[in-house]
Structure formats: C-alpha cells, structure tokens
C-alpha cells in the first residue's frame, strides 16, 4: 500500500476484532443488530442487520473543528476568524459546512442527531453575524 498509494499503514490501526461489539470507522458507528426472529427459523440462522450510528463524540468534534461552540452544554460562539468576510461570504459557509455534513451522513440510522449540530451551528451563524454588526442576537441582526 505503500508503494501504491504513498500511504503507510500503522499496525495498531490493523486489527481483526470480533464483531459483537460497535466498530467506528471513519466516522461512523456500526452495530450488528439482531433481525426480528420470525417463526420456524433457529436462532443460528437468524440473520443479523449492520447499522450505522453518527456517534457523540464525532459530533462534539465536528462543533469544535467547526467552532460553532461546545456541544455538549450547547453554547453557540462566534466564528471571528470569519468577521473579514461579506455577510453573503459567512452564510455560504455556514450552509457548505452544514451542507456537507448532511450528505455525509445521510445514511445513518440516527439523522435527528444532526438537529442539535445544525441548530447550534445557526446559533454560531448569529453570534458571528451579530458580532460583525456589532450588535447582539437578542436585539436582532
């Protein structure tokens, strides 16, 4: 892989790992679930579904890389390396970042869970907006 693509692999990222447990990978969470058992079929013939999570943590990250403000208690800040920009400028990427993120995950099993993100990032998009205009976003933009 190295010759190929000039990546190198680290062995403590290699692991075979039983997968009764929840597995993250690039982002995601995944769990096998167990299926409705229907009538007549063992147990070991079950079939079991894989479904993919949005976990916590990488929503916490995200607000952080993002500096829309911590996500945890839910307190919105201001982007001020973004105040140079036109108005227009800093909602496109508010929408791009937000945007993005959606499509990335648009096929979790948990979408609500990118409510709190995306409502944190319009609260980030006012205190940004109302910071440039030098006003506060109780009084309005």
């Known amino acids: 892989m190295q010759q190929n693509l000039g990546m190198q692999i680290k062995d403590e990222h290699l ?16 769990k096998k679930i167990p299926s409705k058992q229907q009538e007549g079929v063992q147990k070991q013939l079950q079939r079991k579904k894989i479904k993919c999570y949005v ?26 390396k973004v105040m140079n920009l036109s108005e227009f400028d800093i909602l496109s990427l508010y929408n791009k970042e ?29 205190r940004t907006i109302s910071a440039k205009r030098k006003t506060t976003p109780k009084k309005g933009c």
Request: net charge positive; glycine share 2%; aromatic share 16%.
């Open 55 to 80: 976990p916590k943590k990488k929503l916490q990250n995200i607000a952080r890389e993002f500096q829309y403000g911590d996500y945890t208690i839910f307190k919105p800040t201001r982007k001020s």
């Open 98 to 126: 937000i945007k993005n993120l959606a499509h990335y995950y648009c096929a979790v099993e948990n979408p609500h869970s990118l409510l709190k993100l995306r409502s944190l990032a319009q609260s980030s998009f006012l």
């Open 15 to 30: 692991y075979i790992r039983h997968f009764e447990k929840t597995v993250c990978f690039l982002g995601y969470c995944l």
